[in-house]
C-alpha cells in the first residue's frame, strides 16, 4: 500500500496525501506585498496536480522583514482579499493550504529599508546586505506582535496551517545561532535563551489562533561551533511543549561560509529522523527528494511524517499523477487528464 499517496491525520491536519510543497519564494508580488495571478496560476496549478499540502512561500510579517521587494506579505488588511482569493481557488482541488509567515532579519535585501537582527552583524561584504540594526528589546515585542497579527489575518484569510520560518538565516534562526546571536539579554547566551524568541512566537501564535502550526528549522548550520542538530532536538522539545505538531526539517543557510555536504539525493533526510526519533514530534522531511520511491522509502523507515517535493513539484506539477498512475492509483487523477496517463 502506497504511504505516499494516502491520507495523514494528525488532530486537526487533514490532508488527502503525504505531498507536500515546500514553500518557494518567487518573487512575483509588487511592492504591496499582494498576491498576483502568476501566485493563482503557479499555486492552483500545484493543487490541480494533486499536492496534499501547499505551503505558501515565505511571506512577510512587516515591510523590513521582506527577503526582496517583491516579496509576498500579510503585515495588512489590504493584502487579505488575495490570499483569501488563493485559498479558494487551491481548496477547490482539495488541497489543504498552509502559509509561511516569515522576517528576513540580516538577510533582507530590500531597497528602502534597514535590516534588523539579533546583533549588528552583516550577513555579507556583497553591496545588497546593509548592516543590520541590532533589535531593542521593546523592538522584540514588536516584531512578536507583527508574527501574531500576520497569523490572526492568515487565519481570517482561510488557511488551514501556519508555518513559522526559523530556517535558512533568517530572523528567527540569527536569534537560534550562537554565530549570529551575540545579545547578552534575555534572547542571547545559552542555548534556552537563543530558542525563547521562536518559542514565543509559536506559543503565541498558537494562543491566538486555533490552527495547527509547523516551524520549518535549519537541523544544522554547518558551521563549527555553530547551530547543529542536538539543539535542534532542544528546540523542537519545546516546541512540541507548547503545542507545535510538525517540524520541517531542512538545513544551512545562516552562513556565507558555511561548509555543505555533497549535495545528494535525501541529503538532509537523516536530519528528520533524529528529530523525529529524538524530540518525538512529527517531521516533514525536505531536500533533493525527487522520486516517488524516495518519499515512500522516507515514510516506511519512519525518517518523517510528511515528504515535500519542492524543484521537482517546480519542474513537475502533475507529481502526483505520476506517482498515481505509478502506483496503479488511476482513481486519485483528475478525471479530465486521465488519456493523459
Ligand atoms: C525557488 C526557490 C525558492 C525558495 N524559497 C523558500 C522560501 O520561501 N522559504 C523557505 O523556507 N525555503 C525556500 N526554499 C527552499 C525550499 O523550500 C526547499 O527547502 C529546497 O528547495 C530544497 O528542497 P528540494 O531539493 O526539494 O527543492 C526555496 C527554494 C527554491 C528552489
Known sequence: MSLLLSPYEQGKIHLKNKVVMPPMCMYHADHDG??????????????????????????????????SDNDLGLWDDSQLLGHEKLISHCHAYDAKMAVQLAHAGRKSICKESTPVAPSPLRFSEKSEFKLPHELTLLEIEEVKEHFVQAALRASKAGYDLLELHAAHGYLL????????????????????????????????????????????????????????????????????????????????????????????????????????????????????????????????????????????????????????????????IETSYLRAF
Not at 38 to 67: C, D, K, M, Q, S
Not at 196 to 225: G, N
Open 173 to 332: 534562526c540569527e536569534f537560534l545561532s550562537p554565530l549570529t546571536n551575540k545579545r547578552h539579554d534575555r534572547y542571547g547566551g545559552s542555548l534556552k535563551n537563543r530558542c525563547a524568541l521562536v518559542v514565543e512566537i509559536a506559543e503565541a501564535i498558537l494562543k491566538a489562533v486555533s490552527l495547527p502550526l509547523i516551524v520549518r528549522v535549519s537541523a544544522d548550520e554547518w558551521m563549527k561551533d555553530g547551530w547543529n542538530v542536538h539543539d535542534t532536538i532542544a528546540l523542537s522539545l519545546a516546541l512540541k511543549e507548547v503545542g507545535v505538531a510538525l517540524i520541517h526539517v531542512s538545513a544551512g543557510g545562516n552562513h556565507e561560509q558555511q561548509t555543505m555536504p555533497p549535495l545528494v539525493a535525501l541529503y538532509q533526510a537523516a536530519y528528520a529522523k533524529t528529530i523525529r526519533k529524538e524530540a518525538g514530534i512529527a517531521t516533514i522531511a525536505v531536500g533533493l527528494i525527487t522520486t516517488v520511491n524516495e518519499g515512500e522509502q522516507l515514510l516506511g523507515d519512519e525518517t518523517c511524517d510528511l515528504v515535500a517535493y519542492g524543484r521537482e513539484l517546480l519542474r513537475n506539477p502533475n507529481f502526483v499523477f505520476f506517482a498515481a498512475k505509478e502506483q496503479g492509483r488511476k482513481e486519485l
Open 34 to 67: 499582494k498576491v498576483t495571478d502568476f501566485h493563482l496560476t503557479h499555486y492552483t496549478a500545484r493543487a490541480l496536480g494533486g499536492v496534499g499540502l501547499i505551503i505558501v512561500e515565505a511571506t512577510a510579517v512587516e515591510p523590513r522583514g521582506r527577503i
